[in-house]
């Protein structure tokens, strides 16, 4: 097992090392909870025994706490003894307060895209199951945690045609190994804008800012308007100047590379779509929650549209399902979904994410039958299947071990990230700072919530 172990092999995608901790994190959650959901109301109850559930609803305040542990700027309401005020100054240089946001993993940089990614997952997450989160208690903390990172965004988007995408030098920030509270670099910016485009940035930054507007509408703490015309701006630029963020500014191909914006502008056409009350157009969009398994006030042409994607992802389910004829092989001997060894877990636990949302879908939609090639499935084959990711992560796997830090009793000690491997009384700074991550020692803060992104399969 290599769980996050002080990672030297620098290949593709430091950036998304966030959206594999925070969206698996939430996927552990929407699935627990689900199960916990099911215990308690639900006349077929899975054949999970009740105390374990209770247990892995649990987690769900574990894994909130991670979003604390990532949080730049003054902090209010900290939970984490060891976090403190930090990137203060960030975005002053072009006189923007871009002090909030989280960093990424286990760095300092904030990646706009990842983020806001983050950001509608977990936005997602809260619509679709914000009555467990709050069953938990834990509603608010989502909340508040969504919002600082909607803060963030809206004010990286100072103008209609321009978006900051990234706060520090990645090339500068791996040279130092200091907490986020100590760090004394310059902190340049990166902003995608008409001349320079970033499609597929700027989309992501719509849907996060599109689906929070639907958050924040009920509870009105925050302007929710102002968000969705943001989201509305930066759809418009995104689709206007169609260019790939990272073929603009080529330097971010090593950290955070894209492979197109395609996928991004329909998911914030989908994501507007549903936070304008459908006034936005549905020829954008792909995929629509409630219409998805027939619409019936939309025109044929838009419900050929809409079967077809149907069909996409009932392919996908059953790739997913184990045994299905057409499950795909990409997974261990243990059943967990596994792709590449870079962040291994990101994979199974989006995958379960999806399943479970989607046998959700089966439910309320009375869509009783999934068919993969003559052989039919019911909603409570994918509910295991998603169960069975989660599961694993948080111990049912040959170690023995929660991938999910600071849950358990045996979890992975010396995850890579800055702040949780050095003392906070350290005094070593940026280059000298490496002799903690050298450190044979157990980190001396618990990156609480973190799931580790590389644990190597048995
Ligand atoms: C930036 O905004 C935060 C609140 O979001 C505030 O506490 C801080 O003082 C502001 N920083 C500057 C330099 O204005
Ligand atoms: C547009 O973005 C590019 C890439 O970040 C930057 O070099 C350029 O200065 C920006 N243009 C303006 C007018 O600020
Ligand atoms: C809320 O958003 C609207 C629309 O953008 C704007 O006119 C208004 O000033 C905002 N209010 C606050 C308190 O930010
Ligand atoms: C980034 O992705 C593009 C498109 O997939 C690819 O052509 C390019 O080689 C990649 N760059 C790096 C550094 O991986
Ligand atoms: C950390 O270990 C690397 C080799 O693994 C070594 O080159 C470096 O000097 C060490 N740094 C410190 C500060 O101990």
């Known amino acids: 097992?290599?769980?996050?172990?002080?990672?030297?092999?620098?290949?593709?995608?430091?950036?998304?090392?966030?959206?594999?901790?925070?969206?698996?994190?939430?996927?552990?959650?929407?699935?627990?909870?689900?199960?916990?959901?099911?215990?308690?109301?639900?006349?077929?109850?899975?054949?999970?025994?009740?105390?374990?559930?209770?247990?892995?609803?649990?987690?769900?305040?574990?894994?909130?706490?991670?979003?604390?542990?990532?949080?730049?700027?003054?902090?209010?309401?900290?939970?984490?003894?060891?976090?403190?005020?930090?990137?203060?100054?960030?975005?002053?240089?072009?006189?923007?307060?871009?002090?909030?946001?989280?960093?990424?993993?286990?760095?300092?940089?904030?990646?706009?895209?990842?983020?806001?990614?983050?950001?509608?997952?977990?936005?997602?997450?809260i619509l679709e199951y914000g009555d467990h989160i709050n069953a938990e208690k834990q509603l608010e903390h989502a909340q508040d945690s969504l919002k600082w990172i909607t803060d963030y965004l809206i004010n990286a988007h100072p103008a209609a045609n321009v978006l900051y995408v990234q706060v520090g030098d990645p090339q500068v920030d791996h040279n130092c190994w200091e907490r986020p509270e100590a760090m004394t670099e310059k902190r340049p910016l990166v902003q995608v804008n008409m001349s320079f485009p970033g499609a597929e940035v700027a989309a992501e930054t719509a849907a996060a800012m599109a689906s929070a507007s639907m958050i924040f509408k009920i509870i009105d703490f925050t302007n929710s308007s102002m968000l969705l015309m943001h989201a509305q701006q930066l759809f418009i630029l995104a689709n206007t100047y169609r260019g790939s963020y990272s073929v603009s500014i080529p330097q971010l191909q090593k950290y955070c590379?894209?492979?197109?914006?395609?996928?991004?502008?329909?998911?914030?056409?989908?994501?507007?779509?549903?936070?304008?009350?459908?006034?936005?157009?549905?020829?954008?969009?792909l995929l629509s929650r409630i219409n998805f398994f027939g619409a019936k006030d939309e025109s044929t042409s838009e419900n050929l549209d809409l079967q077809l994607y149907r069909e996409s992802s009932e392919a996908i389910m059953c790739a997913l399902v184990p045994y299905s004829p057409t499950a795909t092989s990409s997974r261990t001997e243990s059943g967990l979904i596994w792709v590449s060894e870079w962040n291994s877990l990101q994979h199974p636990v989006a995958s379960a994410f999806l399943t479970v949302l989607y046998s959700d879908y089966m439910l309320t939609s009375q869509t009783e039958t999934l068919y993969c090639n003559g052989k039919s499935y019911k909603p409570e084959d994918l509910h295991k299947f998603a169960i069975s990711q989660a599961y694993y992560v948080l111990g049912n796997n040959p170690m023995k071990m929660s991938y999910l830090i600071g849950y358990g009793s045996s979890y992975p000690q010396y995850a890579h990230h800055r702040g949780s491997s050095i003392p906070v009384d350290a005094k070593t700074g940026c280059r000298d700072g490496f002799k903690w991550l050298n450190s044979s020692r157990p980190n001396p803060n618990v990156a609480v919530g973190a799931l580790v992104g590389r644990a190597l399969p048995q």
């Open 1 to 125: 097992m290599e769980a996050g172990v002080a990672e030297q092999k620098k290949s593709k995608g430091w950036c998304w090392y966030l959206i594999v901790f925070v969206i698996g994190a939430l996927v552990v959650a929407a699935a627990t909870l689900t199960v916990s959901k099911n215990f308690r109301h639900s006349a077929k109850p899975t054949s999970i025994p009740g105390a374990i559930v209770e247990k892995y609803a649990d987690t769900l305040e574990i894994i909130l706490q991670f979003f604390d542990v990532q949080k730049s700027g003054k902090l209010v309401n900290n939970r984490i003894a060891w976090r403190g005020d930090s990137g203060l100054r960030d975005g002053n240089e072009e006189n923007l307060n871009l002090s909030k946001g989280m960093y990424d993993a286990g760095d300092l940089i904030k990646f706009g895209f990842p983020m806001a990614f983050m950001a509608t997952v977990l936005s997602w997450a």
């Open 257 to 285: 590379n894209s492979t197109g914006y395609g996928d991004e502008l329909l998911w914030a056409a989908t994501w507007l779509y549903h936070a304008t009350e459908k006034q936005f157009s549905l020829k954008y969009v």
